[in-house]
């Protein structure tokens, strides 16, 4: 039987580009031994053991224990990669894109706390060429909130000294949630998006919703 709990998001809809399922079962077992152990501490067998399979399960479908971080971080970024995209392609002007960039990525770190756990704060684990991929989606979500900030300046809407210092200011407060988050914690992940949306676009000195 599966040491994987049926509660909670499940494998398929956490990686639905995964193929196949005993993959993400693999995955899901990796984000939560490593969020509880650390990656160095956890051993395949552990993972293997979390996802109710046998040892050498976790060899046909990745190569290494460092191979099943990768596909755990890349996958993470990719996500916000894509939800900061859609914010911005949707947004009339750069101070909404900024408020919705920051709620949605709020709630996807809040959401997914634990997975985000293991992709935001495992990166030194990585391989130095499988770094290099993760390091360049995140310079790719940086460069796109840095570019909001300074078309944000130039629209009179921000007062910033400098947007490359804004947009990891902004940046670090979504990814900060996933060190502190719990299920528990008082405000679920869209009313704690909406207060970080709130709070992003003071940090750039913009008027909010209450006219200050």
Known sequence: MSGIPSAGPQPADL????QPDAARRL????VESFAQRGYHATTTRDIAAT???SPAALYVHFPSKAALLFAISRSGHEQVLSLTQQAVAEAEDPA???RDLVERFTAWHARRHTIARVVQYELEA???????????LR???????RDVVERGVAAGLFTVGDAHTAARAVLSLGVDVARWYTDRTRLGPEALAREYGELALRMLGAMTGDGR
């Open 96 to 98: 909404a894109a900024i």
């Open 51 to 53: 996802a109710g399979m």
């Open 27 to 30: 995955m899901l077992a990796g």
């Open 126 to 136: 990585l391989p130095e060429q499988e770094y290099g991929v993760v390091a360049s």
């Open 15 to 18: 990686w639905p580009e995964v």
């Open 139 to 145: 310079r790719d979500i940086e460069r796109l909130v």
